[in-house]
Structure formats: C-alpha cells, structure tokens
C-alpha cells in the first residue's frame, strides 16, 4: 500500500492539527466509527488497520472482533453466537446485570428510549445496546497490549438505532447519553458524513451482498436496515444530531470525513490522526 498520508488534502490536514495538543489517552487507544449504513465503516476501517500494522503498530484484527462480538451475543456477524451466548445478551438477567455495572449510562439510556414517539418495544429493547458495549470494551481493552483498538462500530454507534423505529426524539436526553458515554469511554471518534441518495444506493448492494453470502447478520439488523432506507431522512437527522452534540461535547476527539471520498483518502487521515495520539502518549 502506498504511504497513505501523500493522499492527504489542505481540509483534512487541518483536522490533524487540531490534535496538536490532543486529549490524553490511555493504551490501547480506542477508535469508534459512526455513521450511517452504507456509509463505508467496514472499508475504512480495513485500510487503518492494515496501515497501522505496516507502520509497526499492533491492533486486532476486523475478524478478532467479531468474535467478540459473538462471544458477547451479537449476532451480527456469519458467527451465530451459541445458545448460553444468546441468553446473555436477550435475557432480562442480562440487561439487569449490564445496570447494575454502568447504572448513569443504563438510566440515560433508557430514558433516552423513553422520549421516543410514538412509544415501541424496539427502542427499548435498542437502548440495552450501551451497556452490552460497555461490556465489550472493558473486558476486552483493558490491560491488553495492543496499540489501538478499531472499532468499525459501538456504544455511539447504536444510540443512533433507538429513535429509529419513532418519528421524534429528545435530542437533549440523546445528548445527556451521549455526554456519560464519552465521560465514561474517552475515544477518538470518526464520524462518516454522507447523503440520502447514496445511502439508499449503498444499501441495496449490501443488502445484495449480504443474501447473497447467507449472512446471518441479516437477521439482526434487517429492522435497523428497513427503517434507514425507508426513514432516510429521519435517520439522517438523528445521525446529524449526533454529530452536532459531538461536535459540542469533545470536538478534540472528533473526526468527520465525507463518505464520498475514496476510502484510501479517508483512511489517511484516521491513521495520521490516530499516530499523532500514539506519539502523545
């Protein structure tokens, strides 16, 4: 792969230099990807990880987290997480477990549930998304070895599904939620900006892609899938409110990248960004 950071324009630079003196982060540093459907999480975030390793940095690889996932009970990947799997992340015992363990970020997340109109077990059921993350990332990032930990999507990620399935939202209780998880994660966040023609185009291929490799992942995202392409403008709009609390909330940790641009563009300025913390460390 050529060095990825020749590909760099005058705009995307200037975010680098906000990191000039950046937030202090511990090890591993933690990279989330947010963004809608479609909008190229996984493609990035496969050129960061493959770059980061060339220049000498050691960071799990896509395929080491799924499994994480799976062992969790997300049954987002062709890896069916088995039966014990399933009851810990669907039973009742578990999401009471999951507040016991993060209790601010289980109340403003249910609230958060709670704004939604009209009222439906989907957002509720969404909201026990947090905490399951939560979970992840504290088994799993903390005192291990690694360099940096890639997230191509988690806890900020899925706070985006809750509203989905109503047609309004309280954006301060999504804003208060979004505050505890930051408190509480201290990542670097990449945000994925892109527009409704191209997400609806991109949607379809992947939802082609996916039928046609049997993946089991359509069995747990369909909803998701089915609400942003035909709310696309609602989805939109909680995906741009998150961005604009963000923005408010821990702008230093933020990066926003335009979907459209070449996916080798838009990892160069992740990895230059997440190499600047590296050396602050």
Known sequence: MEILSKTLTNQQLSQIDMLEQPVVMPRPIVVEFVGMMGSGKSTIASLVIKELNRRGYSCPSQKQIVSWMTKSGFNNSCESPGIIEK???Y????????????????????????TVQPKNKDSLQTSRAPMYWMGILEKYTQNTLYDVVLF???????????????????????????????????????????DADSVRERIKGRAAEAHSENMQSWAFEHEAEDYQRQKITHAIDIFESTLKHLKALSPRSLIEIDALKE?????????????KLVQSR
């Open 152 to 194: 191509e999507e988690a806890t900020l990620q899925y706070i985006n599904d809750v509203p989905l399935y109503g047609k309004q939202f309280s954006r301060n209780a999504q804003k208060e939620l979004i505050s505890k998880l930051i408190e509480k994660e201290n990542h670097l966040v990449v945000f994925l900006k892109i």
């Open 263 to 275: 996916p080798k563009v838009n990892a160069a300025l992740v990895v230059e960004c997440i190499e």
């Open 91 to 114: 039973s009742k015992l578990s999401y009471l477990l999951a507040a016991l363990r993060f209790p601010r970020i289980a109340f403003s997340a249910y609230r958060y549930a709670l």
């Open 87 to 89: 009851l810990k992340y």
